[in-house]
DNA sequence: GTGAAAGCGCTAACAA
DNA sequence: TTGTTAGCGCTTTCAC
C-alpha cells in the first residue's frame, strides 16, 4: 500500500505538499504540482479515507437507517439518497434495522460519530430516545420521511405532508363518485405504546376528514393491516370485502396493501376497476408495473432524499465540533404529493351495470 | 467525545490498560477491569471506528457493489450479505454502481482497502481488470453470484448453477407436457465486447439444451429482453406472442421479465396459466406475490451471500497484509437451484380446450 | 498486571 | 512556495 510519505520521497518534497497539492489547498509551485502528481500516478497511490477521517475529524460517509430493505420504498429511498450523498462527497452506509430497535442501537452506538459524521433516518422505527443522544453527542440526525408537517418530532427532519396524501386519495374516490368506502390502515409499529407517532396515522386521518366531509359520502369499515406488505393488504382486503360486500372502492394507507386489496378482489371475483376501485400512497415503482396500473398518491421521494441530505450537511456545517447551546431542529417540507390516477380506479358502477357484473362472476 | 485517555484518567490507569479490557487482550487484574468498565459506561465511551481502523490497519466494514438497487433481487441479496457480514464483525456498505462502470471504479478506487476490507460484487457489469487490480493491490474481492461454475472468471467467487437453473426450467414445461414455446433472454450487459460472460448465456444454454433434447419439443423462439425489468419482459413477450401465436408456454432468464410476460399476456386476452405457462429463474420474492403467482427456479440467495462473506473472510485472513504470490482464486460452489412450481404454469391445453378458450377471448 | 512509547496515514497550523 | 511539527484516537510491542 502507498502512502503519502512513499509519494513525497518519490517526489522529493515532503507530505505535506503533497498533501496541499492532492486537495488544492495552500499555494504549490506549478513545477512541484506537476512533479508530485507523476508521482502519484507512478505509485498509484490512494489516499487513506480512514487515516484521513481521523486527521481531519470527521467521516467521509452518512449512516442511512431502513427498517427494512425488504419494503420496496426504501430501497427507491436509498437509491435517491445514496445519490444525494454521493453529490456531497459521502458514501453512504445502509444499515438495515430488520425493524429490530436492538440492531438499530447498535448500529447508532458504532457508527454514528466515527465511521459516519450524520445520520438519515427514515423511520420511527428506532425509539426516538436513542436518536437524540446521538445528536447531542454530536452526531448531526435527520429524520427523512416524517409524516405531520403540522407536529414536528423534536428533531431535524424533512417531513411530507401525508396527511394531504390521504385527502387527494379521499377527494379521487369522491371526485370519480364513490360514496361507499373501505379503509386499509396499515399500522406496523412494533413500539406504537400510545405515542403520537402511530405510523400511518397522518394517512388515515387525512382520509377520513376529506372524505366524510362530503354529503352522502360513508367510510363503511376501517381494517388494521397487520403488515405494511401485499400479504397484509390481502388478508386486511379479503376480511374487509367479505364483511361489506357492498363498498366500491378500497383506500390503503401505503401502495403494497393496496397491491394486495387488489389480489383480494381477483381472488373473490371482483374486477378491478370495475367492481371495486383501489387507490393507495407513495407510488412505488411497483405500482406503475401492476396490472391493473395503480392508481395512488405520489409522494416526492427524490426531493425528501435531496432535502435530508442538504439539511445533514447544514448541521455538521453549523456545528463543527461542539454543538453547545440547542442547535434548533430544523424542519423541512417537500413539496405536496399529487394523486397519479392510473388504472385502478374507475367510477363506481351504476345498479345496472352492476347487476351485469355479477352475472359475469361464476 | 469522549476519547480512550480520557477513560484511562478516569479509572486512573493508562490508555493501554482500557484498551485490553475492552478487546479482553492481555491480562488485566479484576478490580482495574472493574474500575476501567465502570468508566466507560459513566463517560459513555464509544470507540472511535476510524481511529482503530488506521491502528489496526483494517477496516470494519465491507463493500458490496451492486449494480442497481432498482432491480429487487440486489436489495434482496443486499439483506442477506447484510446479516452474514454482520455477523462477521463488519458493517456493510452499500455501493450502488447504477450499472454505471464510472461510478463502479470510483467507489473501488476511494473504498477498496482503506474504508472496506474486502469487496463483495454482485454482477460483472465492473470491468474484471478493475476488481483485478484491487484485488492485486491487496483487497480481498470475491463475486457473489458467478453464473458458471464450469468456467471459473479467475477471481474468487461464489457461483451458482444457473445453466442447471435452466435446465430445471425445461424439465417442467416438458413434464407439464409443453412442446412449443419460446424464451425471453435477459441481456442487459453494456459491456458485452463478446466478453466469455454473457450475462444471460448459461440460463438460456441450459435451458435450451435440456428442452430441445426432448422428442417432439421444439423453442420456436427466442426473444431478447432490452431490459432486465418487468417493462423489458412486457415488450419482449408481445413481440413473440405476435409472432408466434402457437406457443403454449415461456420462458424467461429472470422473473422480472417473467412477471412481464404474464402482463403481456393478460393484456393480449391470454389466460396465465389456462392459455399460457409462463417460468421464471431467481425466485425473487415478488414471484411470490405476484398474481398468479410465479412458477420460478429458485437460486440460493442467502446462502450465496454467506458463502461470499466467508470466503471474504478467509481471503483476509490468509493474506494478512502483503500477498505476495497467487494466492489463489477459490471459488465455492452454492447448493443446486430448485423448480418451485406455482400458479403460473400448467399442462397445455388439448386442441378441444383451446378452441373453447379461444372462444372466450373477445 | 500495568505502563511507556512508538506509530498507523494523514492534515493543519505555523515557520522558514 | 515549501518544510516542520504536532497531533487525530487507538493498538501494540516491550519493559517494568
Redesign the interface.
Known sequence: ?TTLNEVAARAGVTPATVSNVLRNRGRVGAATRERVLHAVKEL?Y??????R??AEGR???FALMVSS??N?F???F??AA?RAARTSGH??????T?DDQETGRA?L???A???SEGVLVTNAELVFDDLRATAE??TPVVLCMWERPDDPPGLPCVAVDFRLAGALAAQHLLDLGHTRVGALVGSRSTHDDGAPFGIHGARRDGFVERFSAADDAQIVAEFICESDT??GGYDAARRLLKAHPDVTALYATNDLPA??A??AA??MGLSVPDDLSVVGITDI??AR?S?PALSTVAVPTEEAARMAVDLLRELIDRAPRASRGNPGTPMRVTSAPVMVPRASTAPPRTRDQRTRSSLRKR
Do not use: S
Open positions: 500500500m498509484g490512494r489516499p487513506h479515507l480512514a487515516a477521517a481521523l467521516a467521509p460517509t430493505i425488504a420496496p426504501y430501497p427507491e436509498t437509491l445514496e458514501f453512504l452506509i445502509v444499515c438495515n430488520n448500529y452506538e458504532q457508527i460519530g466515527t465511521l453527542r454530536g401485499i400479504r397491491l394486495g387488489m389480489h381477483a381472488d415503482q411497483l408495473e396490472r
